[in-house]
C-alpha cells in the first residue's frame, strides 16, 4: 500500500455493513487498556477511606439487618425503588461486611466496567479507533464518574446498563439481524431499568432516534416489534410498584424547582462545557482532519442530539404536568456518556499527522490534572470528591456528651424526615431516617431520639414546636446532624431564654450541639 502513513489509532469506515476498519487493530487496543487502568486506578484508590455520607447510610439501612425479603421489602415499599441494585450489595456484605469497602465495592465494580465499554462504544458510534480510544481516556478520567463508582448508591449500576444498552443499539444500527447484540440490547433496557426506574427513558431515547433514522420502515420487519415486547414483559413484574411511586410521587417535592439555572447547570455539568471549550481551542491550535471521514455523520450526530435534548425537554414539560421536577442531575444521570461523547467526537475532528494525534489527549489530560483530580485529591485524598460528613465521629462526639435520660434531636436531611409529624408513621421510615445515628451507635447504647423535619415550613413548625415542648422536660439535648432544621431549633432554644450552648463541635457537615437546660 501507499501513500500517505495512517496513524495506528486511525479508523475508516467501510460500508454499512461493517463496523470499522483499520491498519492496525493491536496498537488502539493497547492504548485504550492504557486507559482503562488508569481509570481503574482512579476509582480504586482509596475508595473505602471515607465514612459513608448521609444516602449511603440509606443503603446500608437496607442492607445491613433481615434476610433477601426484608431488602426487597425495605427497598421497595420505604426507598420506592427496585431491588436489583440492593440484592447486589446484600449479597457483596454478606461476605466483605457493611463498611464502606463492603457496600461500595459494587459501584467499583460496576464503575469499572462502564469504562470497558467505553473503547467499543465510542468506535460503534463514530466508526474510527482513534475516538474508541478516546472515548476510553475521558471516560476514564470523568470525575462524575469516578465519584458514582464510588459512591453506594445505585448509580453505577445504572450507568452501566445505560452504556451496554446504547452499544448494543448502535451494533444492532448495522447487523439488525443479530441475536446476541439483540438479546444483550433486551437484558440491558430492562436492567437500566430495574436498576433506576426514570433510566427506563433510555428505551424512549433509542425509539425516537431509530424511527428518525430509519423511518417506520423498521416497524415492519420483525426484529422491533419482537423486541419491545420482550422489553415490556420482563418489566411487567414492577407494573404495581411503578403505580404506587405515581401515587406517592408528592415526596419528590423537595427537587428545586425547574427554572432556567436548572437548565444552565445540568448543560454546563453534562456536556462538560469547559472541557469542550479546551479541546475546541486545541482544534484551532492543531488544525482539523480535512480528507478523512468525520466522526459526526448523520446517525451518530442525530443519536447525540437525541440522547441530549430529549430527556431535558420531556422532563421539563413533564414538571408542568405532574407538578414535580425530575431535572434533577441524578435522575437524569444517563445524559452523561452522552456528553463525553460529544467531547470524544469533537477530538477525533483533529488533524493526526505526527504529534497532532496526540494533541487532543495531551489537552484531555493536562486539562482534568489540574482542573480535577490534582484538586479534588488534595482536598479529600482521593479522587472522587466526597461529601464532608464524619457520622462516625459526630456519633462519637454525641456519646460523650448525652446521657440515658438527655434527649437527641437528630437532623439526617432526609427528605423522608418531613413525614415525622405524622402520627401514623410506619415505624420502618423512622428507622430508616435514623441510619445515619444508629448505625454508629456503640452495643449496648440506647437514647431517647426525636428526629428533626427535612424542611422547615408551615406544615412543620407545630411538629417543631413539639419536639422543644419534650426538650423543656430534660436536664440536656444533644443535637447532632446538618440541615436547615439543625441551627433553627438550637436558635429558637437558646432564643428561649432555657437554654444555654455547652458545646458546638463539627464533623465536616455534621454538628453536634450540646444544651443546657437553666433551672431556676
Known sequence: MTGAPVSPLDGHPEPSTSWARTTSRRPALWAAAAFVVLGIFLRIFRFWSSGLWTDEY???????????????H??????????????????????LGTGAFGLRLPSIVFGIATLALAYPLGLALFRQRYAGVFAAAVFAVSVPLIWYSQEARPYALALFMTALS????????????????????????VGAFYAHYIFAFVLVIQMLHLLVTRGRACLRSWQWPLTLPAVALLCLPAAPYLMHLVARRGVLDWVPPLTWFTLVHLVVAFLDVPLLVVLAACLLVIGIRRGGPSPFDSASTSLLLVWIALPIVVFAGAARLVGVNLLFDRYVLFILPAGLLLATGLASLARREGWRGAGPFAALLIFSLSWNLVPTVVRTGGFGDRYDEDWAGAVASMESAAGPDDLVLYGTAFAEADQLRRPDLDPRIVSFIQAPVTANLRAGRRYAMLGLPFRVNEETRPYLRALMAHAAERRRVVIIGLGEA????????????????????RHGLVAVIVLDHQRA
Not at 420506592?80 to 446484600?90: C, D, E, M, T
Not at 452499544?167 to 440490547?185: F, I, M, N, V
Open 58 to 72: 440509606g443503603t446500608w439501612w437496607v442492607v445491613a439487618d433481615g434476610g433477601w425479603a426484608d431488602v426487597v
Open 74 to 95: 425495605r427497598s421497595v415499599e420505604i426507598h420506592g425503588q427496585s431491588p436489583f441494585y440492593y440484592l447486589i450489595v446484600k449479597l457483596c456484605a454478606r461476605v
Open 166 to 189: 446504547f452499544l448494543c443499539y448502535a451494533r444492532l444500527l448495522d447487523k439488525p439481524g443479530s441475536w446476541p447484540w439483540r438479546t444483550g440490547y433486551v437484558l440491558a433496557v
Open 486 to 505: 439543625v441551627p433553627v431549633v438550637a436558635r429558637a432554644l437558646v432564643q428561649s431564654g432555657a437554654w444555654s450552648a455547652s458545646a458546638l463541635t
